[in-house]
């Protein structure tokens, strides 16, 4: 484990000072109770959509199978940040320590996942809508298992190298990070000396990451669009608009942030926007998420309204 040194190498410390949002003690008790609802009721709308799908053997197709493991993936995703950021409230010192910094950040392929499931999910409706004879013998269950094993395997995979590599080197300075949680920008503005070529990496990797998979949801989007008006029932067109929209507005909401954010990592963002960018994708958003694709499907509707007892 590295240690940090200050400028004048008088003292090692093991940690960094994850500073949050700096405000008074009542101020924080307030943040704490907010984001402990939000992450409860974040957990309860995800794993309703997973229970659900469990238990309807009706449900029990790619397309509902796609979503199970989205909400999975969405609740491992805010609890990567969330608790974390919940003890940091009550915290005086605000001290997090090296290895579970560097724990934090490499759960950043969660959101790694995140992209290539989006696209996965897309290239169902994809197949559903625009070859519907033929879409029972393409997405086979075997070839859906396949997808999500991988979007699992390459988000684990996508950043492993870079973060090792950022792990291994030396932080000197200020140990203070004007963020939420542990990033890779603010964690390589405290290397030293400064790793132009890491942070070019990263930059890369990020790009690639979020413009790869975006684009081809919104090339893919483009044929369904394509497909869907070809069909002849106005009753037709009008699920296969509103399942298809519950999906888009959740990639919306999900790359917007994280194009801000990531695609230049070591950008000069204003801490404070930095703050609310990273809030917006990495809470506020999984919240909604579950209410959207619910909201969305009248199968998921009711299953819902099975599972609360209403």
């Keep these: 484990m590295k240690i940090f040194n200050t400028p004048s190498n008088s003292s090692t410390i093991s940690g960094f000072l994850l500073l949050g949002f700096p405000c008074p003690k ?12 939000v992450y409860l ?5 995800n794993g ?3 229970c659900a799908v469990c238990w309807d053997q009706r449900l029990h ?26 003890a940091n409230f009550l915290s005086d010192t605000k001290v997090i320590s090296f290895s ?26 994809y197949l559903a809508i625009y070859w519907p004879l033929h879409y029972p013998t393409i997405m086979t269950r075997s070839l859906c298992t396949n997808l999500v094993i991988n979007c699992w395997v390459l988000g684990f995979l996508w950043f492993l190298i870079p973060i090792i590599i950022i792990s291994q080197m030396t932080f000197c300075g200020s140990r203070i990070i004007h963020h939420l949680l542990c990033d890779p920008g603010p964690l390589l503005a405290l290397t030293c000396p400064r790793a132009p070529v890491i942070e070019l990496t990263m930059s890369t990797l990020s790009s690639l990451l979020v413009f790869i998979p975006f684009l081809f949801t919104v090339g ?14 106005a009753a037709g067109r009008r699920e296969s608009f509103s399942t298809c929209g519950s999906h888009l507005a959740v990639v919306s ?35 909604i998420n579950p209410v959207t694709h619910s909201l969305s499907n009248e199968y998921m509707k009711h299953e819902m309204k099975k599972l609360l007892g209403t």
């Design 100 to 125: 579970r910094c560097f724990l934090q950040l490499y759960f950043l392929f969660l959101g790694s996942t995140k992209c290539f499931s989006l696209a996965v999910m897309v290239f169902n409706r």
């Design 48 to 50: 309703s959509i997973i």
């Design 253 to 287: 909401l999900f790359y917007g942030p994280v194009m801000v954010t990531y695609v230049s990592p070591t950008s000069k963002h204003k801490a404070g926007l930095q703050k609310i960018v990273t809030l917006f994708y990495s809470v506020i958003t999984l919240l």
């Design 26 to 37: 009542e101020g924080q008790i307030l943040l704490y109770v907010l984001f402990s609802a």
């Design 220 to 233: 893919t989007y483009a044929l369904v669009l394509r497909a869907v008006l070809r069909v002849p029932s």
């Design 61 to 86: 197709t790619p397309m509902y199978i796609l979503l199970a493991n989205f909400s999975f993936l969405e609740i491992w995703y805010v609890t990567s940040t969330v608790p974390n950021m919940l």
């Design 41 to 45: 009721l974040t957990l309860m709308g």
